[in-house]
């Protein structure tokens, strides 16, 4: 079974731009959660989509925007990017989302703002 | 709101037996999760506690106290490959566990 697989792995973008981030779980995962990692905060969440559904979100600006689609892929937007967005952005999928499901995460998008 | 502390680093030497611990303060308990993050790699899975006790999964164990919001992994036989990043995770009152910041773990010869 394929992993969670996440595009790209690196992207550099100037301050001010906006930068989209791809998704796709492993199949029949119905849960993807987006996380923000970096060395100071560690892995931060940003928020969780279940069933095209935004379930849960973290306490970041209203910058970080994300969906899901129909086929549990799923997107993640940051608009005006800041030079504090720097970091690596994971993405985590679950078979149903619940308590006791452990998450499979990807190997990460590292984003760099300059 | 969540607070989850580890230590940030620890060394050991190869062979060897280590402990590494997590206390948290949650609002609402559902399990705490254990992942090993390598260098540059994504992060896997190790085990998950919801009662307390022991659980064993062969050269790894973790342990879980709800009662004094602690867990601790033990890893035995260290190896030069255990040495990575491992991430204390607890599930509160929703279906997202929030992290901890890790302790970076490593293993010299």
């Known amino acids: 079974k394929a992993g969670v697989t996440q595009t790209p792995r690196y992207l550099i973008k100037t301050r001010g731009q906006q930068v989209t981030l791809s998704c796709s779980p492993i199949s029949g995962h119905r849960s993807v959660s987006w996380y923000q990692q970096t060395p100071g905060q560690g892995l931060q969440f940003l928020f969780e989509?279940?069933?095209?559904?935004?379930?849960n979100k973290g306490n970041f600006p209203g910058r970080f925007s994300g969906r899901q689609f129909s086929n549990s892929r799923s997107e993640m937007n940051v608009s005006t990017l800041e030079l504090g967005d720097s970091a690596l952005y994971l993405c985590a999928s679950s078979l149903e989302g619940q308590y006791n499901s452990p998450l499979h995460f990807g190997n990460g998008t590292r984003l760099t703002v300059t | 709101g969540q607070n989850i502390d580890q230590p940030t680093e620890m060394t050991a030497t190869e062979g060897a037996i280590v402990q590494i611990n997590c206390t948290y303060q949650?609002?609402?308990?559902?399990?705490l999760f254990w992942y090993q993050q390598h260098a540059g790699e994504a992060p896997t899975f190790l085990s998950y506690n919801v009662l307390d006790g022991l659980e064993e999964k062969g050269r790894f164990s973790s342990f879980l106290s709800r009662s004094k919001g602690y867990s601790y992994l033990l890893l035995k036989e260290l190896q030069m490959k255990d040495s990575a990043s491992y991430l204390c995770?607890?599930?509160?009152?929703?279906?997202?566990?929030?992290f901890g910041r890790g302790t970076s773990l490593i293993v010299h010869p």
């Open positions: 989509y279940f069933s095209e559904t935004q379930r």
């Open positions: 995770a607890v599930g509160g009152g929703s279906y997202i566990p929030t």
């Open positions: 949650t609002s609402g308990f559902n399990g």
